[in-house]
């Protein structure tokens, strides 16, 4: 019988999203062209050639190793791109994503990424066709609600802070916002200006956040509700503080 | 407002809160309907800055062109709210004024909102003050500021030209 990943204890709605964010069984929710994407990264012209960093590594000739026979390298390795970073910010009001489990989205279902975790934001640097893959997955799926996370680069101050009365995530840097009933950005990461206004769809309703949140919240699902996380957790907190620590040697 | 200075010494001082951040339309209605009410001494708002320009970064210098930071009337008084706000603080002349607050500010938030009453500003001139501002003279040790209002209402190290907003009274 094949091995079937578990990914996370518990019965509740919170725990369910937990197992379908790292197992990528994510709903596709909105569209958004790879130009588009592109010019929201800001890392290059939209339909412009990937810089590269070296040549091809199929004409550089590698050494003869046994991990490179053994290990295909990603898009992006193989081509030779640069090294280039995608950033979120993830309101701590019931937006579908966590910090966390962007990083570990990224790290289970994508080869060749370096997902790194703060405490508002999540970033992920590849090599920059690879990024844009797994950028493209996060944007387009349940993973992402376009008024409660963006993508940012720089000033990412909005997260902790209370949602504004049209129910977005305040942005200092005033990269999107909401026109009409959809949501527009018209800056890339950092708070360039684009010169196009991309469509970024309908924001997902109180209710439908709070149904698809991986953020346990005491006035949604809190963290205490479920028994079996609990649990796990603290078996895992017991062991982590054991360590190896063996009283009968 | 009322005169601050013809006040009883017993004010009050009290914290709105609003459930999300306001907009300027919001905020513009709000501060107003408090001004209103009889017996407000002096009010402060805070929220998260609106820059005017991206300030780290590779965007660095950037303007942002925003259309809600924007100039709002407050009792006749324009100024350019350059904050998203999210808390304002009232200081009323005494407890009477606390009740009438309530009701405006119920009135024109269109949202859940705490109100809480508490010290959130001072009224006397802390070390910092003195060390700002000094002494007055060498026989009068009060600290050398025109106007007490402005104690409590700003950071010490900010510069009060742009963040105070007198309004004149009725009476």
Not at chain 1, 222 to 226: G, N
Not at chain 2, 52 to 69: F, H, K, N
Not at chain 2, 133 to 137: E, I, P, Q, R, V
């Given at each position: 019988m094949a091995y079937k990943p578990q990914y996370y204890p518990g019965s509740t709605s919170v725990a369910e999203n937990r197992r379908k964010h790292m197992s990528n069984n994510v709903e596709k929710l909105r569209e958004v062209s790879d130009e588009d994407l592109t010019a929201m990264l800001?890392?290059?012209?939209?339909?412009s050639d990937y810089p590269s960093t070296h040549p091809p590594l199929a004409e550089?000739?590698?050494?003869?190793c046994p991990v490179r026979q053994m290990v295909t390298p990603t898009p992006g390795t193989a081509a030779g791109d640069r090294v280039r970073y995608v950033q979120w910010a993830d309101s701590?009001?019931?937006?579908?994503?966590?910090p966390y489990w962007r990083s570990y989205h990224a790290a289970i279902n994508h080869r060749g990424v370096d997902p790194g975790t703060l405490s508002g934001r999540q970033v992920v640097e590849a090599r920059e066709r690879d990024m844009e893959a797994c950028a493209k997955e996060q944007v387009e799926t349940?993973?992402?609600?376009p008024g409660l996370a963006g993508l940012r680069g720089?000033?990412?101050?909005?997260?902790?802070c209370r949602l504004q009365e049209d129910g977005v995530m305040f942005d200092m840097l005033d990269r999107r916002r909401l026109e009409g009933d959809v949501i527009i950005q018209d800056k890339d990461q950092v708070g360039v200006p684009l010169d196009r206004k991309v469509n970024m769809g309908k924001p997902m309703s109180e209710a439908e956040a709070a149904k698809r949140t991986t953020f346990y919240r005491i006035d949604n699902v809190?963290?205490?509700?479920?028994k079996e996380v609990i649990e796990w957790m603290q078996r895992v907190w017991e062991l982590r503080t054991l360590y190896g620590y063996q009283p009968h040697d | 407002m009322v005169d601050y200075y013809s006040a009883p010494k017993k004010p009050i001082q009290v914290e709105i809160f609003p459930q999300k951040l306001l907009m300027p339309d919001t905020a513009e209605e709000l501060l107003n309907s408090i001004d209103k009410v009889?017996?407000?001494?002096r009010m402060m708002i805070q929220g998260s800055g609106l820059p005017?320009?991206?300030?780290?970064?590779?965007?660095?210098?950037?303007?942002?062109?925003?259309?809600?930071?924007r100039i709002i009337n407050v009792s006749g008084q324009a100024f350019e709210l350059n904050i998203r706000v999210g808390r304002i603080r009232v200081e009323l002349?005494?407890?009477?004024?606390k009740e009438p607050l309530r009701e405006a500010v119920e009135n024109s938030l269109p949202i859940p909102f705490e109100f809480r009453e508490g010290f959130f500003f001072r009224k006397k001139a802390s070390l910092t003050d003195y060390a700002k501002?000094?002494?007055?003279?060498r026989e009068d040790?009060?600290?050398?500021?025109?106007?007490?209002?402005?104690?409590?209402?700003?950071?010490?190290?900010?510069?009060?030209k742009d963040r105070i907003c007198m309004l004149e009274s009725n009476e």
């Open positions: 800001g890392h290059r012209a939209p339909g550089m000739g590698e050494p003869d701590m009001y019931n937006a579908p994503s966590v349940e993973m992402t609600c720089a000033t990412v101050h909005g997260h902790s809190a963290f205490r509700d479920d | 009889t017996g407000v001494l005017m320009r991206v300030s780290c970064g590779p965007g660095i210098g950037t303007p942002i062109d925003r259309s809600d930071r002349e005494d407890k009477s004024a501002y000094g002494f007055k003279s040790e009060s600290i050398n500021i025109e106007d007490e209002r402005l104690l409590g209402l700003i950071d010490p190290k900010a510069d009060p």
